[in-house]
């Protein structure tokens, strides 16, 4: 499949900054499949209703240019090209995006959703952003590991060739995204089970140690974060290209891959 890549926001956070928010955009048989969103044109348009206050510490340049909506119509598309959008996380800059695509079907796992939008603990009720949810996505929740995938990992099948791989740490129910892409084999897009691409010795890139404190502070387990990381360098090892959500370093490594380059 012919995958492209999106950056659906520049964060310019202190110490950490520009950081990225690094989608996919999946051309298949069944319509045009989008892996996380960033930000989307509503939270440009009203930041402090819909982000709150942690856009303080993240501060996403706010310019709709950068949503996947105007990306893809700049490209030609619509949104009722995207028929489906698999999500990593419900995290604010990943799935403040969904509302631009009101018709797709929203791909998560049910502990994740759970998490976030039934029964969120403390912690939680303060970490999503439940202003971005509020356009009643449709959502397809995937329950439990999944099915044996490849590389002794577990799944679920969202659409031939793009499967929702489960790896909770940074959030309850988060998940890596896995994608054949043509020519260039098995894409994992690992959301923020990967802050900094060295903790999953991905070559090129550079030791960022504000970015790896940063990852430390905000998941929900630090046990299970590191045990990712220890699955993402096999990966790696193992020939599979693995993509953080906000190293900046490995989207540029991507250029010849953007969509519109
Ligand atoms: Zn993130």
Redesign the pocket.
Same mark, same amino acid.
């Given at each position: 499949m012919r995958v492209e890549h999106l950056n659906c926001a520049i964060m310019r956070s202190p110490f950490v900054g520009p950081l990225p928010?690094h989608a996919l955009l999946i051309h298949t048989d069944e319509g045009l499949v989008l892996v996380d969103t960033g930000y989307g044109t509503a939270d440009y348009a009203d930041p402090k209703r819909r982000l709150g206050p942690v856009r303080a510490l993240l501060r996403p340049e706010k310019d709709e240019r950068h949503t996947a909506l105007r990306q893809l119509e700049a490209a030609g598309y619509s949104a009722a090209d995207v028929t489906h959008v698999v999500l990593t996380h419900l !995290?604010l800059?990943?799935a403040g995006g969904l509302s631009d695509f009101p018709a797709a079907t929203v791909h998560t796992t049910a502990a994740e959703h759970q998490a976030a939008l039934v029964a969120p603990d403390f912690q939680d009720k303060n970490r999503y952003r439940r202003q971005q949810f509020e356009h009643g996505p449709t959502f397809f929740l995937h329950d439990g590991p999944g099915d044996g995938w490849a590389h002794g990992l577990t799944g679920h099948e969202v659409v031939p060739g793009v499967t929702l791989v489960p790896m909770p740490g940074h959030s309850k129910g988060h998940a890596a995204v896995a994608v054949e892409a043509d020519g260039r084999g098995l894409l994992l897009h690992a959301? !923020?089970a990967l802050f900094d691409g060295t903790s999953a010795a991905i070559p090129g890139v550079d030791k960022k140690p504000f970015l790896r404190a940063f990852e430390q502070v905000v998941g929900d387990d630090r046990a299970k974060v590191k045990q990712n990381h220890a699955t993402l360098a096999r990966l790696t090892g193992e020939g599979v290209m693995v993509i953080p959500?906000?190293d900046q370093q490995v989207w540029e490594s991507v250029a010849p891959f953007v969509l519109g380059a």
């Open positions: 928010a !995290d800059d990943h959301g !923020d959500a906000h």
